[in-house]
């Protein structure tokens, strides 16, 4: 019995998505809950799983497709894969590997008798919602070898990367656009002349060799990077095999990557260094690199334009006096680790002193929609976590009937998972509220943005020692900036400043958040 592989809902916000990855192929064998394919939106990666054993039977939306909610993108046989059946499998297979093998002699044989007919390289299809697109990387230049089905160039549009392959084993006789050029649908990119790298015993070889080792190299970029790397690779301008892998098997991570631009930019600077004390009067070079923005970098940019132009924003500030806190957690962070098995943070004071304030202030908990206020009844807070591709806001939800080490636990595993890119959809969703912290960074005072369609954030700052006033005698305290940004369409000056000191006054007196007063 065949079963359909169909896409997950999506949100409501997200009206389609993209096949970013196809991990299997038609003919493999799956395990349940083995991961078949990457979806991307403009929030999240999806990863879609074997609802059983079985074989791929079929695929039907390629990568770089859009797709919808419940769309089918694909087949699994269903009982293909089992033990049982391994006999006949192995025959199956032997003739799916003969068949193979003569449709690729085939495919020589027509390759061959074809030889030197140029094949034009054209822009596939773009989304109904696109009207162009960006040729981001060539991946091969003018003259070079390149075998059928391989990575010719990257195409970018707004909501996914497109990969243009080669059409059929020969040479790419000329690129027509080069990168940063805008094309369109069918736009002939470049030309590949089949079956020129077979001219020629010599050639024979030589292409076969370059052919063989381009094909080992694409096949094993796939399996050496992940998408998330090969992302970050892309906006560096490398390739897997120029950063020295350090993970299991040799995978590259982020690390990696992250390691390698670090060491070229010293080199850089230090060659610069060295070039500015031989020639001090030289102005030297003065390069420049363009990288395209990132599918969530354009969506960032579209939401923080959004809340400037739409809301009536506005921040009020006030500090706070972090003793008791800091003197709270280090008589009992030793137990509250032992007893929950999580460390006691800043964070979990931070997220009950605000659900407390937001019970006080139903204006700060509601959001605008036309011309209704609505009102919410429940306190879903939005932590903000920095990730590798961007700033995200996943939700901690009914932080109302959660301990503070229900909240730090709750905030480590948002904060992992969006550190791996593991986030789902529904962690995503939603949220009333938001928690910022630039003070991880080092930010002294800031004035953060609405996130919409919330109509508050809250943003906490590094602490930091100054002289204070106390009973007429001046004390060193630990001192921490607050900034309320507000909508002022909904929330009044009177309920924005009222909030912010209830928050000031529970944290300063943590005893209270334990005696709900």
């Given at each position: ?31 349940r ?31 770089g ?6 769309e ?8 293909a ?25 085939d ?19 773009l989304p ?14 003018a003259g ?71 094909e ?43 390691k ?8 850089s ?23 395209p ?16 132009n ?8 006030n ?21 929950h ?18 019970k ?22 939005s ?33 992992i ?14 949220g ?27 943003g906490?700052?590094?602490i ?22 507000y ?8 309920q ?22």
């Open positions: 019995m065949a079963i359909d592989i169909k896409v997950p809902q999506l949100p409501e916000s997200v009206a389609d998505a993209t096949i970013a990855t196809w991990h299997v192929k038609p003919g493999d064998k799956v395990s809950d083995q991961n078949l394919v990457d979806i991307e939106t403009d929030k999240v990666v999806l990863e879609v799983v074997a609802e059983a054993d079985g074989v791929i039977g079929e695929i039907i939306a390629d990568e497709t859009t797709v919808t909610a419940e089918v993108i694909g087949k699994i046989e269903e009982g894969g089992d033990d049982s059946n391994d006999e006949s499998d192995s025959k199956d297979s032997a003739k799916e590997d003969k068949n193979e093998e003569s449709s690729s002699k495919d020589n044989a027509s390759e061959k008798s074809g030889s030197g007919e140029k094949i034009e390289v054209k822009v596939p299809q109904e919602s696109v009207s162009d697109a960006t040729i981001a990387t060539w991946h091969v230049k070079d070898a390149v075998k059928r089905d391989q990575n010719l160039v990257d195409i970018e549009t707004d909501k996914v990367v497109l990969e243009v392959v080669a059409p059929a084993d020969g040479v790419l006789a000329e690129i027509t656009q080069d990168e940063g050029a805008t094309v369109g649908a069918d736009d002939v990119i470049g030309t590949v002349e089949a079956g020129a790298a077979a001219s020629g015993s010599a050639d024979k070889s030589s292409a076969k060799s370059e052919d063989t080792s381009t080992q190299k694409d096949e094993g970029d796939s399996e050496v990077a992940g998408p998330a790397v090969r992302r970050l690779l892309g906006e560096h301008g490398l390739k897997p095999s120029d950063v020295k892998g350090t993970g299991k098997g040799g995978r590259v991570t982020k690390e990696d990557v992250e390698h631009v670090k060491g070229q930019q010293s080199k600077s230090s060659s610069s260094n060295q070039s500015a004390s031989q020639q001090p009067q030289a102005a030297g070079d003065r390069d420049q690199k363009r990288v923005m990132t599918r969530l970098r354009k969506r960032i940019a579209e939401r923080l334009l959004q809340a400037k739409d809301t009536a924003m506005l921040t009020t500030f500090e706070i006096n972090m003793k008791p806190i800091m003197d709270l957690r280090k008589k009992y962070k030793d137990v509250f680790e032992e007893t098995g999580t460390r006691l943070g800043f964070m979990g004071f931070y997220v009950k002193a605000v659900t407390e304030a937001l006080r202030f139903p204006d700060v908990n509601a959001s605008i929609d036309g011309d209704d206020i609505v009102y919410h009844n429940f306190f879903d807070v932590i903000a976590v920095s990730t590798p591709r961007g700033l995200v806001t996943p939700v901690l939800r009914d932080t109302d009937k959660m301990s503070i080490a229900d909240m730090e636990n709750g905030i480590r595993d948002l904060a998972k969006g550190r791996d890119g593991k986030l789902t959809l529904e962690e995503m969703q939603g009333n509220f938001t928690i910022t912290n630039g003070g991880v960074f080092g930010s002294l005072l800031s004035t953060p943005i609405l996130n919409p369609p919330q109509s508050a954030i809250l906490m700052h590094k930091q020692e100054r002289p204070m006033v106390v009973d007429g005698k001046i004390e060193i305290l630990p001192m921490m900036y607050l900034a309320l940004s909508d002022h369409r909904i929330i009044d000056g009177k924005s400043v009222g909030f912010l000191v209830t928050v000031k006054e529970l944290l300063e007196d943590p005893q209270r958040l334990i005696l709900d007063i």
